[in-house]
């Protein structure tokens, strides 16, 4: 074995496995795997098949951030690196891929600067969060965008979103980021960067086909079709941020899964003359990327949409298709006036994204279909000529990060003038589904935004929603929030440069 490892690995052909096995690189070792359950967790294999138990388990339910993991994919020819929660990922969806967990990070006996500025700036007491922390610190030192100057805060804060600490507070944690930033910016070579054409040649070795025996990995649309005929009770599963919680907290059981993460048909994002085109595989990281550079308030809601590592995995046809009444893209993108294709062997067809929602968790999607990406016009985000839209985008939850919006409202409009025109609204968490608020629009359409307008505003809002109350807030809640939101719209349309300041936390 050499000094790192990597060069007997590369020596190994796979050529010549012949069982249908999964095939990852755990850490520095190829592991091979052979009838697991399709449904077994990351965490539980790492810490029951592996004994490897630096990864703790805190809620199971990609909440608190202790079972943080870093996965190493190969992508256009280089290596990049995601951190994610172990305990909502499954384990087949490692295939072809480096899973890095804590004990891997440091070099004989030096500490990674991850590590290594944690204790340096007592980021850690009883420990139990600490594997976590350091796996989201790695993965920011990973990230080439990341680097010493005025945006790090902010890309601390949004980088550890997702990571709970009960009892040092996170003042040490976030001088520990910087510091480890800091390091890696001077000295930023690492054995993972040194080994990283090693790595790349052993991922890009193994072959991306379906060889697992009870998770399946279609490479193509043709192929899911093939795997649904055969197994019609098998789940889809595209970055189980929705789906893997059936498991971890309801206890269900999967013995087959189908996979979409390997279809290259709905891995995508493009702009025609006259609109987006958005893969549904495409996820939440890479769509905060492309459409928060579009809209600040895009950027904002995205951010708060779950945390990093859930956006590293959830995907935009995962959100569509949970069709969950309080899900953060169906308001946005009806707003915004996207249409949702669906997709069989029968053949594909495109309807308006808010025709799509039917009732609670009820969806216009045939037991054949698939949700194969989403078509956003640019006249919704883009000016040209006369048509110079806006969008606002508001999302109120009890906490600002890691958390499901009680409310979320989008408004997509024009000003002729001092006049609302071309409005369209929608509502997330008012309603049993996502829903466009037709009263509202009907009222505001073509006024002046005056005290009358907004009067008249709150009544239609009343009769386009009757919210319940849930654990999230009370129906009166909504309804007041929901009214608010319409003048925070206002007051910040009339004064651009003064954003307004309203309470966007229930309280
Ligand atoms: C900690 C945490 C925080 C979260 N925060 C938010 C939040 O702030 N806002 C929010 O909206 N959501 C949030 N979620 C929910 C979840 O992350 C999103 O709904 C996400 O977009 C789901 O995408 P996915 O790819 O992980 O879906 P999956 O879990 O893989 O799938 C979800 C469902 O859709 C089906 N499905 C997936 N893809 C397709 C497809 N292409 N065609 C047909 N069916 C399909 C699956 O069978 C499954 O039933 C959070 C979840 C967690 C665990
Ligand atoms: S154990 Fe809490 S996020 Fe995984
Ligand atoms: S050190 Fe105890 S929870 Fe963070």
Same mark, same amino acid.
């Given at each position: 074995?050499?000094?790192?490892?990597?060069?007997?690995?590369?020596?190994?052909?796979?050529?010549e496995?012949?069982?249908?096995?999964?095939?990852?690189?755990?850490?520095?070792?190829?592991?091979?795997?052979?009838?697991?359950?399709? $449904?077994?967790?990351?965490?539980e294999y790492?810490?029951?098949?592996?004994?490897?138990?630096?990864?703790?388990?805190?809620?199971?339910?990609?909440?608190?951030?202790?079972?943080?993991?870093?996965v190493?994919?190969?992508?256009d020819?280089?290596?990049t690196?995601?951190?994610?929660?172990?305990?909502?990922?499954?384990?087949?969806?490692?295939?072809?891929?480096?899973?890095?967990?804590?004990?891997?990070?440091?070099?004989?006996?030096?500490?990674?600067?991850?590590?290594?500025?944690?204790? $340096?700036?007592?980021?850690?007491?009883?420990?139990?969060?600490?594997?976590?922390?350091?796996?989201?610190?790695?993965?920011?030192?990973?990230?080439?965008?990341i680097?010493?100057?005025?945006?790090?805060?902010?890309?601390?804060?949004?980088?550890?979103?997702?990571?709970?600490?009960?009892?040092?507070?996170?003042?040490?944690i976030?001088? *520990?980021?910087?510091?480890?930033?800091?390091?890696?910016?001077?000295k930023?070579? $690492?054995?993972?960067?040194?080994?990283?054409?090693?790595v790349?040649?052993?991922?890009?070795?193994?072959?991306?086909?379906?060889?697992?025996?009870?998770?399946?990995?279609?490479?193509?649309?043709? $192929?899911?079709?093939?795997?649904?005929?055969?197994?019609?009770?098998?789940?889809?599963? *595209?970055?189980?941020?929705?789906?893997?919680?059936?498991?971890?907290?309801?206890?269900?059981?999967?013995?087959?899964?189908?996979?979409?993460?390997?279809?290259?048909?709905?891995?995508?994002?493009?702009?025609?003359?006259?609109?987006?085109?958005?893969?549904?595989?495409y996820?939440?990281?890479?769509?905060?990327?492309?459409?928060?550079?579009?809209?600040?308030?895009?950027?904002?809601?995205?951010?708060?949409?779950?945390?990093?590592?859930?956006r590293?995995?959830g995907?935009?046809?995962?959100n569509?298709?949970?069709?969950?009444?309080?899900?953060?893209?169906?308001?946005?993108?009806?707003?915004?006036?996207?249409?949702?294709?669906?997709?069989s062997?029968?053949?594909?067809?495109?309807?308006?994204?808010?025709?799509?929602?039917?009732?609670? +968790?009820?969806?216009?999607?045939?037991?054949?279909?698939?949700?194969?990406?989403?078509?956003?016009?640019?006249?919704?985000?883009?000016?040209?000529?006369?048509?110079?839209?806006?969008?606002k985008?508001?999302?109120?939850?009890?906490?600002?990060?890691?958390?499901?919006?009680?409310?979320?409202?989008?408004?997509?409009?024009?000003?002729?003038?001092?006049?609302? +025109?071309?409005?369209?609204?929608?509502?997330?968490?008012? *309603?049993?589904?996502?829903?466009?608020?037709?009263?509202?629009?009907?009222?505001?359409?073509g006024?002046?935004?005056?005290?009358?307008?907004? *009067?008249?505003?709150?009544?239609?809002?009343e009769?386009?929603?009757?919210?319940?109350?849930?654990?999230?807030?009370?129906?009166?809640?909504?309804?007041?929030?929901?009214?608010?939101?319409?003048?925070?719209?206002?007051?910040?349309?009339?004064?651009?440069?003064?954003?307004?300041?309203?309470?966007?936390?229930?309280?």
């Amino acid at each position: 074995m050499s000094k790192t490892g990597y060069t007997t690995l590369l020596q190994f052909d796979f050529k010549e496995v012949l069982v249908l096995v999964l095939r990852f690189l755990l850490n520095d070792k190829v592991v091979e795997e052979a009838n697991l359950p399709a $449904d077994l967790t990351v965490l539980e294999y790492l810490r029951n098949r592996q004994r490897l138990t630096g990864s703790k388990e805190g809620c199971a339910s990609g909440d608190c951030g202790a079972c943080t993991v870093v996965v190493a994919t190969a992508v256009d020819g280089r290596v990049t690196y995601e951190s994610i929660n172990s305990c909502i990922t499954f384990v087949g969806a490692l295939h072809a891929r480096q899973l890095i967990t804590v004990e891997h990070l440091a070099q004989a006996d030096r500490l990674h600067p991850a590590q290594q500025s944690m204790v $340096d700036c007592h980021g850690s007491q009883c420990g139990f969060c600490t594997p976590g922390f350091v796996m989201s610190l790695f993965s920011m030192t990973k990230q080439p965008d990341i680097k010493p100057g005025p945006a790090l805060r902010d890309q601390i804060d949004e980088h550890l979103g997702g990571n709970l600490c009960r009892c040092t507070g996170y003042r040490p944690i976030v001088e *520990a980021a910087t510091l480890a930033i800091q390091t890696t910016a001077e000295k930023p070579s $690492d054995k993972f960067s040194e080994n990283e054409s090693a790595v790349l040649e052993i991922l890009q070795s193994i072959e991306n086909d379906d060889a697992q025996a009870h998770f399946h990995r279609p490479q193509r649309l043709t $192929d899911l079709y093939a795997v649904r005929k055969k197994y019609p009770k098998a789940p889809l599963l *595209a970055g189980g941020t929705d789906l893997a919680l059936e498991v971890t907290q309801n206890l269900s059981q999967y013995p087959h899964i189908i996979c979409l993460k390997s279809i290259v048909e709905l891995n995508y994002c493009k702009s025609t003359d006259d609109q987006w085109l958005v893969g549904a595989g495409y996820t939440l990281s890479d769509f905060l990327t492309y459409f928060g550079a579009l809209n600040s308030d895009i950027k904002t809601l995205l951010q708060r949409f779950g945390s990093t590592q859930v956006r590293n995995q959830g995907t935009v046809g995962g959100n569509i298709a949970n069709a969950s009444p309080i899900g953060d893209l169906p308001p946005l993108c009806i707003a915004l006036g996207a249409q949702v294709v669906l997709e069989s062997e029968r053949g594909k067809r495109q309807i308006a994204l808010e025709d799509f929602f039917i009732d609670y +968790k009820k969806t216009a999607l045939n037991s054949d279909e698939i949700v194969s990406g989403l078509r956003i016009p640019h006249s919704a985000l883009k000016s040209s000529g006369s048509n110079n839209p806006q969008c606002k985008v508001y999302k109120i939850s009890k906490r600002n990060d890691d958390d499901i919006s009680a409310v979320c409202a989008v408004f997509n409009f024009q000003m002729d003038g001092e006049h609302l +025109k071309e409005i369209k609204v929608a509502f997330g968490g008012m *309603a049993a589904i996502p829903k466009r608020a037709r009263h509202l629009e009907n009222v505001l359409q073509g006024q002046a935004l005056t005290t009358a307008t907004l *009067a008249a505003a709150d009544s239609a809002l009343e009769k386009d929603f009757q919210p319940i109350s849930d654990a999230r807030a009370s129906a009166q809640y909504r309804l007041n929030v929901s009214k608010n939101l319409l003048r925070k719209m206002v007051l910040e349309v009339k004064s651009p440069d003064e954003p307004a300041r309203v309470h966007d936390h229930v309280s």
